[in-house]
């Protein structure tokens, strides 16, 4: 069973960045699967921000197109979110899961980006952006 790990959150002020970090370990049951970045607000529900899949396709939510960018180091068995141009909005907890066995869903973002798809989560990093 995998077993994800968040690092990087933190307090920065509005325009700045962060890069968060995701490390797996654990024997892998595939090597088909689907990671992303969610985050949650106190009083509000889990969203996806960002998704990658294993040939490195990618998909954002509006909200932070342009701004945050998704990636993996294979060799590292990591999981990024560079953000960039910080909002308050963008405070949060976040993170990241996996699903294995997504290929069938490869070009639905909507599944990409439902809290509900995923199997594996981290415990979460706390991002909060100050104005």
């Known amino acids: 069973q995998v077993h994800l790990v968040e690092s990087g959150g933190g307090s920065v002020q509005s325009g700045g960045s962060l890069r968060l970090s995701c490390a797996a370990s654990g024997p892998p049951v595939s090597t088909e699967y689907c990671m992303a970045w969610f985050r949650q607000a106190p009083g509000k529900q889990r969203e996806g921000v960002a998704a990658m899949i294993t040939d490195g396709r990618t998909t954002y939510a509006d909200t932070v197109k342009g701004r945050f960018t998704i990636s993996q180091d294979n060799a590292e068995n990591t999981l990024y979110l560079q953000m960039n141009s910080l909002k308050p909005e963008d405070t949060a907890k976040y993170y990241c899961?996996?699903?294995?066995?997504?290929?069938?869903?490869?070009?639905?973002?909507?599944?990409?980006?439902?809290?509900?798809?995923?199997?594996?989560w981290g415990q979460g990093t706390q991002v909060t952006v100050s104005s």
């Open positions: 899961a996996r699903k294995y066995y997504c290929g069938a869903h490869y070009y639905d973002n909507g599944f990409l980006l439902s809290p509900l798809k995923y199997n594996y």
